[in-house]
């Protein structure tokens, strides 16, 4: 059961349409210590009035009518073993669905029943009543000047939706003859009738609310999707640029090494161009003059050794370098 229509706004149609009614209950009387006494409203305080009494084959019936702020006028039949109490005349009742209604007009008959024990207990009455019970199935009603309308273009009654009909019972019942009803006995029926007619009542708000939300919800269907497609790509791109940043890292530390390398090499030839025209200052003779090294009688001359500071620190520098990428 729904308690307001869920549009996200606030709507006029808060409460229930429909008014359940036709519901009957009955309690066998488990002790009572004398008769009923009939004359309970010389009380200021007591709500029933002994309406009729009359006959029966198996003894005399009692009648006695209260009316409840909420559900109106509550009638109280006195069995010679039972009582019987039910709601006399249909009566709207403030409630946010269908379900909340029939289970106030429920406990405003057992709220009589109370209140009945307990004035004919101010006259010297004491009576215990047994469990109730239900006797008869709920109708659920929506009055309608439209529907009357409609029972007024040629039909006493038009059926329609799963055993939901349009009638005049408030004409014979009330005299009422500008209103019928569409009435039934299914709550599950009704509730969907009365959700379709409190909607209709807002439609003006609803629709767009509704519009908005399906907007919302097929925008969101279709961009999900692509927003997944757009984050993916940006990891490609991410993990690409992260491959060429460390590429290039390795590019540029070959070339540093093939640079060095140069160097040193051209370093060397240069030392050795030096060497080759260096004089001996005692016997004035070259070093090729002298004899090769490893004859007898050649001078053994020490290896080359690199002083050139620039190469010494690029040699520094590239031994310095993290290689761990390569």
């Not at 109106?72 to 006195?78: C, E, H």
């Not at 909340?100 to 029943?113: G, K």
């Not at 927003?227 to 460390?246: N, P």
């Amino acid at each position: 059961m729904i308690s307001k229509i869920e549009t996200g706004t606030t709507t006029k149609a808060d409460f229930t349409l429909c008014t359940p009614h036709r519901v009957r209950y009955q309690r066998k009387i488990t002790s009572m210590n004398k008769p009923i006494v009939l004359n309970v409203s010389r009380f200021a305080a007591a709500k029933f009035k002994h309406k009729k009494s009359y006959p029966m084959n198996n003894g005399v019936r009692h009648i006695f009518e209260m009316t409840h702020e909420q559900v109106g006028k509550i009638g109280i039949i006195v069995h010679p073993n039972s009582i019987e109490y039910y709601q006399k005349y249909r009566h709207h009742i403030i409630a946010p669905d269908i379900d909340t209604a029939t289970q106030q007009l429920s406990m405003a008959l057992e709220e009589a029943t109370a209140r009945f024990q307990q004035e004919q207990g101010w006259c010297g009455v004491d009576i215990e009543y047994g469990t109730p019970k239900l006797t008869t199935s709920p109708d659920y009603a929506f009055p309608s000047k439209y529907a009357r309308a409609l029972t007024d273009a040629g039909q006493s009654k038009l059926q329609f939706s799963n055993g939901m009909e349009v009638d005049k019972s408030l004409e014979a019942k009330l005299g009422k003859k500008t209103i019928a009803e569409i009435e039934g006995r299914d709550e599950e029926v009704a509730d969907i009738v009365d959700r379709g007619l409190r909607n209709a009542a807002n439609l003006h708000t609803l629709i767009p609310d509704l519009v908005r939300a399906t907007v919302q919800s097929e925008m969101k269907s279709a961009f999900d999707p692509l927003r997944a497609d757009i984050h993916a790509m940006s990891a490609h791109i991410e993990a690409g640029s992260t491959s060429q940043f460390k590429i290039n890292e390795q590019n540029q530390m070959i070339l540093a090494l093939l640079k060095i390398t140069n160097d040193l090499r051209d370093e060397i030839k240069s030392m050795k161009g030096e060497k080759g025209l260096k004089r001996d200052k005692e016997g004035g003779k070259t070093s090729e003059e002298k004899g090769l090294p490893g004859e007898i009688g050649a001078e053994t001359e020490p290896e080359p050794v690199i002083k050139t500071e620039k190469v010494k620190k690029e040699w520094q520098s590239l031994i310095l370098t993290d290689f761990s990428a390569l």
